[in-house]
């Protein structure tokens, strides 16, 4: 059983930064892809970016050159650095843990982006 616990969300103003961690429990966790999900009110969650065991990395297009995936095998974890936040970036931000036929989801973490 793999648990992912997110942090870092909140309520910032258009223009300003928040850096989402997410820590997962498990030794599977360095051979997974892992990625950022969210999902705003009334819309299907979409994938903000990914990386891969091997440290390749996919992005929405509607954050490339905003946000940035990390990861760290050693600590379990993954970070997004989002830049520049609009207003429509508000949502829930999911962490996902991707291995051979099966996925975890963490519980997801609020925001908010407002003046």
């Known amino acids: 059983q793999v648990q992912l616990v997110e942090s870092g969300g909140g309520l910032v103003q258009p223009g300003g930064s928040l850096r989402l961690s997410c820590v997962a429990s498990?030794?599977?966790?360095?051979?997974?892809?892992m990625g950022w999900y969210r999902q705003a009110p009334g819309k299907q969650r979409e994938l903000v970016a990914q990386?891969?065991?091997?440290?390749?990395?996919t992005y929405a297009d509607s954050v490339k050159g905003r946000f940035t995936i990390s990861r760290d095998n050693a600590k379990n974890t993954i970070d997004l650095q989002m830049n520049n936040l609009k207003p429509e970036d508000t949502a829930v931000y999911y962490c996902?843990?991707?291995?051979?036929?099966?996925?975890?989801w963490g519980q997801g973490t609020q925001v908010t982006v407002s003046s």
């Open positions: 996902k843990s991707d291995g051979p036929g099966y996925a975890y």
């Open positions: 990386v891969t065991s091997s440290g390749k990395t």
């Open positions: 498990g030794s599977i966790f360095s051979r997974n892809a």
